[in-house]
């Protein structure tokens, strides 16, 4: 009866959703990721994801997103359900929507990459972003920019430098890529709401 009723009431807001806006998700507890990033207001934001409907305007609600083990398309009740606090931001450059869904979606199956590299076969969150959305002369809208493992004290954390150590690298720090967290700044997204969901209930908050 509780799922229902959430059900319901996500039917009813998620109509004011696009089509390619960026969904960016906060974590209640700190990680690795916002360790050396952080996102719009300070916002702890270590995921991003793309709005996309199946079947077209009146078409199913779901995202497209790079996590563990590949690019997946997700129902947005269940993405919700494993990422309850989100920020939606949508993109203010002059680009085409459709084409730009369409690269994403044609990275789904792609394995996720947990290494952060630029150039290889696998994707991350915000490099599917990155890479695909472009403007109406094909140009990227997010230029790629260096990559931060460091805390705000400059030093590359413990849990960066074990983690490359282990798997025989080093640190890609300054490496060009991208984060969702730095992505979230950038002007050419405008932040227009935030999706709240505590598992009975959800709040949709819109700015403008």
Known sequence: MILSVALTALGQSVKDLREGDLLFCCTDTANAITAVTSGVEDLPIDHVAVFHRIGGEEGIPYVIEAVKPAVRLTPIDIFLCNNPHVIVG???????????????????GKPYDDLYLPGDSAIYCSELVQLNYRTVSNRL????????????TGRVTDYWQ???????????EGAPGTNPGELSQRQEVNIIGKILYSGHDILFHWYR
């Open 90 to 108: 949508r993109v203010n450059a002059d680009f085409y929507v459709q084409p730009s869904v369409r690269r994403c979606l044609a990275m789904v």
């Open 141 to 152: 809208i997010f230029e790629p920019v260096p990559m931060s493992f460091h805390d705000k």
């Open 162 to 172: 074990e983690f490359y150590a282990q798997r025989g690298m080093t640190v890609p």
